[in-house]
């Protein structure tokens, strides 16, 4: 199943208008797999972001695919934000 939205209900999301990723975060993509972003290199051009599961990311979510797919299923939709201890 694919998600537009949070499939949580929006339940400990950081749903943003617009995604700006950040290393050290976590986000989900439209098949609600969780991707930590491990690291930046700013040499890479439109997707310097790189996640956990080694792959690349454009700073607004987007997955690095060569189609550019509308709603590409490993787009990073939204932040998920850990409940403080």
């Given at each position: ?9 929006g ?27 491990v ?47």
């Amino acid at each position: 199943m694919l998600y537009n939205h949070s499939p949580s209900g929006g339940k400990n999301t950081n749903k943003m208008k617009r995604l700006k990723l950040e290393v050290g975060k976590t986000y989900r993509n439209r098949m609600g797999e969780e991707i930590r972003i491990v690291k930046k290199d700013d040499d890479t051009g439109k997707y310097p972001y790189i996640g956990d599961d080694n792959e690349w990311y454009a700073e607004n979510g987007r997955y690095f695919y060569y189609l550019e797919l509308k709603n590409n299923p490993y787009d990073l939709i939204e932040e998920i934000v850990k409940e403080r201890e």
